[in-house]
Nanobody
Framework: QVQLVESGGGLVQAGGSLRLSCVAS????????MGWYRRGPGKQRELVAR???????DYADSAKDRFTISRDNAKNTVYLQMNSLKPEDTAVYYC????????????WGQGTQVTVSS
């Protein structure tokens, strides 16, 4: 069993930056595909970015060139650096673990709120 705990959310002005962290416990996540998803007000949950065990990344179009996903396997932690934030980035951001790129999500965190003011 893996527990995922997100942190780093908050209120920021448009154009600002935030760095989200997802700390895993229970076992190593070094072989998992780790991802960040978000659910905005009145919207469905959507993929933001994923990173594989070897560092391969995958971004939603809305995140390309502004967000960077990274991982530190020694710390069992995944990060999402978000720059040039926009009001439409306002959402609850969730950390996620998959066994592989094609497998369904296995574990989810509780989420962290990101609010971007205009």
């Amino acid at each position: 069993q893996v527990q995922l705990v997100e942190s780093g959310g908050g209120l920021v002005q448009a154009g600002g930056s935030l760095r989200l962290s997802c700390v895993a416990s229970g076992r190593t996540i070094s072989r998992n595909v780790m991802g960040w998803y978000r659910r905005g007000p009145g919207k469905q949950r959507e993929l933001v970015a994923r990173i594989g065990s070897t560092g391969t990344t995958d971004y939603a179009d809305s995140a390309k060139d502004r967000f960077t996903i990274s991982r530190d396997n020694a710390k069992n932690t995944v990060y999402l650096q978000m720059n040039s934030l926009k009001p439409e980035d306002t959402a609850v951001y969730y950390c996620n673990a998959q066994r592989s790129w094609s497998m369904p999500s296995e574990y989810w965190g509780q989420g962290t709120q990101v609010t971007v003011s205009s």
